[in-house]
């Protein structure tokens, strides 16, 4: 069944634990994740970002397609959410399609334009049933993480966090504790503030999620799900699963490689819920 994000995260940061949060760019890939979430019968947020339209992945028409189809017919509670919507006609045109949760991202944006930008988009969504995530502070990339406080990220302070989420009415605030997106090409794995989450976690009444969670570390993103984090945004990672589960099954043909790659995403995903402390088993 379709749903927006709202009760969903709001258990989530009650009970501890973190929300998978994949971003799907094709058919099998959101349908592999809409049966994991089936398997294991927990709620799951499919998301879709929009750089991926603009990559020529997908169409946002044919992502809304396969999210509502997937979503609708769904035995367990699948929220369809918009990753990093930078501009409001886009945005609007997901909701048009039956997201039924969206994201701006304006963090590049000043703290003032910001909070104007997302509390007119808050509106908007709210008024049609769907909620809306914003990002504070900037998480940045990968490719520019050398380690501890170097990247080109911008660590989310409570007071801005705070004030942000009072003149906004978000349902969910992206925080930047340290992560970065895409893969950690400089470092083995980055240096999380568990002391700004914490602070974070005490101080903001909106769920929180966490970007570039990808190559962070299982210790880290364990803590960071059972110390604060709602949602887990997910990408990079089902990418590298499906790419090791190719390379072990050695297929000899299109379709074997296909199913590799599918099974690899959805042990990554299982994995997910397991190590977000959704599920207690690992055994699946």
Request: with cysteine; hydrophobic share 40%; glycine share 10%.
């Amino acid at each position: 069944m379709l749903v927006n994000s709202k009760e969903i995260l709001l258990a989530a940061k009650k009970g501890n634990y973190g929300v998978p949060a994949p971003d799907y760019f094709d058919l099998d890939s959101a349908r592999c994740f809409v049966e994991v979430a089936e398997e294991l019968q927990k709620p799951m947020i499919l998301s879709f970002a929009q750089v991926h339209c603009e990559m020529g992945l997908m169409t946002l028409e044919e992502a809304g397609l396969i999210g509502r189809y997937l979503g609708e017919r769904a035995g367990v509670p699948i929220v369809l959410h918009l990753d990093h919507g930078t501009d409001e006609a886009f945005i609007k045109k997901a909701i048009d399609l039956g997201f039924t949760s969206v994201m701006l991202d304006a963090s590049m944006e000043s703290f003032e334009v910001n909070v104007r930008r997302t509390k007119a988009m808050a509106d908007y969504a709210h008024a049609h049933g769907v909620t809306i995530e914003a990002e504070i502070g900037h998480v940045g990339t990968g490719e520019n993480y050398n380690g501890d406080g170097d990247s080109d990220s911008v660590y989310t302070t409570v007071e801005e966090a705070v004030e942000f989420e009072c003149r906004t009415g978000v349902d969910s605030l992206a925080v930047s504790i340290g992560t970065a997106h895409g893969l950690y090409k400089n470092c083995r794995q980055p240096v999380i503030y568990f002391e700004r989450l914490h602070q974070l976690a005490a101080a903001v009444k909106a769920p929180l999620v966490l970007h570039g969670s990808s190559g962070s570390g299982e210790e880290n993103l364990r803590r960071c799900a059972a110390e604060g984090i709602s949602k887990v945004n997910v990408l990079t990672d089902f990418l590298t699963g499906a790419m090791e589960a190719v390379r072990e099954k050695n297929p000899s043909g299109y379709l074997e490689l296909k199913a590799a790659a599918n099974e690899g995403m959805k042990q990554m995903l299982r994995h997910c819920f397991w190590l977000y402390g959704q599920i207690v088993s690992n055994s699946v």
